[in-house]
């Protein structure tokens, strides 16, 4: 029989597209008005390689909202300290869809509203210190929803809270910390359609 399904993806309708080839650097707030962005050139590999460039860079402080990144969406969004997601798409993720790539412990990632399907590996990627806060938001076809690095240069303990999410069933798992670094992950109202169970 099927798996119960959360359906697809309510990805709202694109106004517009624009290629990127290029990272978009986002420096204060950037209202996307739901313009699909892609990658193209050196953002089209469409790869699983690591060290791809994002679609957007968002310095420490900024805002990026109301965005569809469509395929191929090579690393799809670096924060470089405190930044906000706010319905922000993804239709078929790259590498990974969000990476909180850098800053100090005291900086705040947050993630409210939007979506992403199609993460071959993983959703969210935390390798800078501080706090990823991801709430609203609907998943699926993803192997890890969020992911605290195991293996980055830098080590720190790393928070996350996640709450008021629905995603299908993760190939591999809905989160995964190092509790050697001191890493938490505060989860609560997490609908998982599927086989909830963990081995
Ligand atoms: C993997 C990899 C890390 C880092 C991360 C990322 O988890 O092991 O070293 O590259 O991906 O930022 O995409
Ligand atoms: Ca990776
Ligand atoms: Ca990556």
Not at 38 to 48: F, H, I, R
Request: charged share 20%.
């Amino acid at each position: 029989a099927d798996s119960p399904s959360p359906g697809p993806l309510p990805v709202p309708e694109a106004h517009g597209e624009q290629a990127v080839d290029s990272t978009i650097t986002v420096d204060g707030e950037f209202n996307g008005g739901f313009t699909r962005y892609y990658g193209e050139g050196e953002l089209g590999g469409g790869s699983q390689n690591e060290n791809q460039p994002p679609i957007f860079e968002l310095a420490d402080g900024a805002t990026l909202k109301n965005v569809i990144i469509g395929a191929p969406a090579s690393d799809g969004i670096h924060c470089l300290g405190s930044c906000t997601l706010k319905n922000v798409w993804w239709e078929d993720v790259g590498e990974d869809a969000a990476t909180l790539a850098a800053g100090d412990p005291s900086d705040l990632m947050v993630i409210k509203g939007g979506g992403a399907q199609a993460a071959t590996d993983k959703i969210f990627q935390h390798n800078g210190p501080g706090t990823m806060v991801i709430s609203d938001f609907r998943a699926r076809d993803f192997g890890t929803f969020y992911l605290s690095c195991g293996n980055c240069t830098e080590q720190y303990e790393r928070h996350a809270f996640i709450h008021d999410i629905t995603t299908d069933e993760p190939t591999e798992k809905l989160t995964g910390v190092n509790v050697n670094y001191g890493d938490t992950v505060a989860l609560s109202d997490i609908t998982i359609f599927g086989d909830p169970s963990t081995d």
